[in-house]
């Protein structure tokens, strides 16, 4: 038969046919009347080798599968390496299932904010629909840019997996007053925007921030605090302190950061036991 017929029978394609003819895992027939003719053998042996494909075995173990003689296959040692590349198999089979389903996942919470007349964006609705209302209500250029700085910040901390799940929590139901205050600080921010900032003007902002995360969270603050990974709370920190310009900010953001770091971390020491 010609290679044509024989992509027909196994269900797949003359290309996919010589790039096995090319890699050796199926044999190269001998030509007849100036054309490849395929038998009975070739048919059977690309089965196998599409069957174990869509199995999720990769080409190369394939190949070594089916070059393993009958006697070889059928004693102990010859199993346990089949054994051995088809459990591989699983383990990469396994993996691929679950990034598909934090892709489907992923692609379900997009449906839901497009659904919800949301941006296409890994950041959470709640956390972007408060850095776009301190924007649409920034009456100076310099704290709407401080604003979106910030808001881009958080895009690619949640892009890149360093900013904690439960930061959102401090996001929802913002007050007014909390929306307020948030504004002042990013217009103080603004205001400073390349000055030297003393130490006490420092401390104070970042009391300022510890202080208004202690009022949103409320009395949720210890759980919040207590499920909060360190190691993402201090990469989401050092990130947003590397991506801070220059000195004087960089100096602000760093005590910023220690200081909810170091809120965090009180918070989530466990209550010391009474003794009696």
């Given at each position: 038969?010609?290679?044509?017929?024989?992509?027909?029978?196994?269900?797949?394609?003359?290309?996919?046919?010589?790039?096995?003819?090319?890699?050796g895992l199926l044999p190269v027939p001998p030509i007849r009347d100036g054309c490849?003719?395929?038998?009975?053998?070739?048919?059977?042996?690309?089965?196998?080798?599409?069957?174990?494909?869509?199995?999720?075995?990769?080409?190369?173990?394939?190949?070594?599968?089916?070059?393993?003689?009958?006697?070889?296959?059928?004693?102990?040692?010859?199993?346990?390496?089949?054994?051995?590349?088809?459990?591989?198999?699983?383990?990469?089979?396994?993996?691929?299932?679950?990034?598909?389903?934090?892709?489907?996942?992923?692609?379900?919470?997009?449906?839901?904010?497009?659904?919800?007349?949301?941006?296409?964006?890994?950041?959470?609705?709640?956390?972007?629909?408060?850095?776009?209302?301190?924007?649409?209500?920034a009456t100076d250029d310099r704290v709407r840019r401080s604003v979106r700085r910030?808001?881009?910040?958080?895009?690619?901390?949640?892009?890149?997996?360093?900013?904690?799940?439960?930061?959102?929590?401090?996001?929802?139901?913002?007050?007014?007053?909390?929306?307020?205050?948030?504004?002042?600080?990013?217009?103080?921010?603004?205001?400073?925007?390349?000055?030297?900032?003393?130490?006490?003007?420092?401390?104070?902002?970042?009391?300022?921030?510890?202080?208004?995360?202690?009022?949103?969270?409320?009395?949720?603050?210890?759980?919040?605090?207590?499920?909060?990974?360190?190691?993402?709370?201090?990469?989401?920190?050092?990130?947003?302190?590397?991506?801070?310009?220059?000195?004087?900010?960089?100096?602000?953001?760093?005590?910023?950061?220690?200081?909810?770091?170091?809120?965090?971390?009180?918070?989530?020491?466990?209550?010391?036991?009474?003794?009696?």
């Amino acid at each position: 038969m010609r290679i044509k017929n024989l992509a027909e029978l196994a269900g797949t394609t003359v290309r996919t046919i010589r790039y096995y003819h090319q890699i050796g895992l199926l044999p190269v027939p001998p030509i007849r009347d100036g054309c490849r003719d395929y038998d009975l053998s070739h048919v059977a042996r690309l089965a196998r080798i599409r069957w174990l494909a869509r199995a999720g075995l990769p080409l190369s173990r394939i190949g070594a599968v089916l070059s393993t003689p009958e006697h070889v296959r059928d004693d102990a040692a010859g199993q346990d390496a089949i054994l051995v590349d088809l459990r591989a198999t699983l383990g990469a089979l396994d993996d691929q299932i679950e990034q598909l389903r934090a892709q489907r996942e992923q692609v379900e919470r997009l449906v839901a904010a497009v659904e919800r007349g949301g941006d296409l964006s890994p950041v959470p609705g709640a956390v972007a629909a408060f850095y776009d209302d301190l924007a649409r209500r920034a009456t100076d250029d310099r704290v709407r840019r401080s604003v979106r700085r910030e808001r881009d910040f958080m895009e690619l901390a949640y892009y890149r997996g360093d900013m904690p799940p439960e930061a959102e929590l401090v996001y929802r139901g913002f007050t007014e007053t909390a929306r307020s205050e948030s504004l002042a600080l990013f217009g103080e921010i603004a205001e400073r925007d390349g000055a030297t900032p003393t130490d006490a003007e420092i401390a104070r902002m970042a009391e300022a921030v510890v202080a208004r995360l202690r009022r949103q969270l409320g009395a949720d603050l210890k759980q919040v605090a207590r499920s909060v990974r360190p190691d993402i709370a201090r990469r989401a920190a050092d990130l947003y302190v590397s991506l801070t310009g220059d000195p004087a900010s960089r100096r602000v953001a760093r005590a910023v950061g220690d200081a909810v770091l170091a809120l965090i971390e009180e918070e989530a020491a466990p209550c010391p036991q009474n003794t009696l």
